[in-house]
T-cell receptor, first 113, second 113 residues
């Protein structure tokens, strides 16, 4: 069985501030982890993914995430928020044997000028 | 590649009406799935398919039917629409490996009056 918990349904930051979106997972076998982004009135698109190579993964638009097995975490960060980063962010977990990834409930990122 | 396409983009139904939401992908993906997205609930899996002729229920299957006669198409049928089915519906497809990215369609916004 696999599951994902995203801490905080809403995160608010000022433009230029650090972005930190939290994701913790549960999996009985080695996981594959994903972050997806959903801009208003659009479908989800892949931001980055961890597939058991490097534990620090870089994605699009300056985002990165670090896989920490000891903490069962895969938090998403960006050093400096931009207004265009305002969106819904979803963490997801998959394994080699799973047909469909399991998604978290999402975190809405709000960026203030 | 068009990726994952969904039609229609918007639909208004009256209670008791039936309709089919269309989904197609041109990436030769084995796995396809349907989600609904409601405020505060994240993405909830309705039905999924692991190949032509094979479908299974997800988290919230009641009131919906699916079929998968071809690799490309995965329509979702609402048998007798209810106001509780007012939602945004997303179709997604994915290759057969745990590391593969889930690709999403642009969504269908459905309102049931």
């Amino acid at each position: 069985a696999q599951s994902v918990t995203q801490l905080g349904s809403h995160v608010s930051v000022s433009e230029g501030a650090l972005v930190l979106l939290r994701c913790n997972y549960s999996s009985s076998v080695p996981p594959y982890l994903f972050w997806y982004v959903q801009y208003p009135n659009q479908g989800l698109q892949l931001l980055l993914k961890y597939t058991s190579a490097a534990t620090l993964v870089k994605g699009i638009n300056g985002f990165e995430a670090e896989f920490k097995k000891s903490e069962t975490s895969f938090h998403l960060t960006k050093p400096s928020a931009h207004m265009s980063d305002a969106a819904e962010y979803f963490c997801a977990v998959s394994t080699g044997g799973s047909y469909i990834p399991t998604f978290g409930r999402g975190t809405s990122l709000i960026v203030h000028p | 590649n068009a990726g994952v396409t969904q039609t229609p983009k918007f639909q208004v139904l009256k209670t008791g009406q039936s309709m089919t939401l269309q989904c197609a992908q041109d990436m030769n993906h084995e796995y396809m799935s349907w989600y609904r997205q409601d405020p505060g609930m994240g993405l909830r899996l309705i039905h999924y398919s692991v190949g032509a002729g094979i479908t299974d229920q997800g988290e919230v299957p009641n009131g919906y039917n699916v079929s998968r006669s071809t690799t490309e198409d995965f329509p979702l049928r609402l048998l007798s629409a209810a106001p509780s089915q007012t939602s945004v519906y997303f179709c997604a497809s994915r290759g057969g490996r745990g590391t593969d990215t889930q690709y999403f369609g642009p969504g269908t916004r459905l309102t049931v009056l």
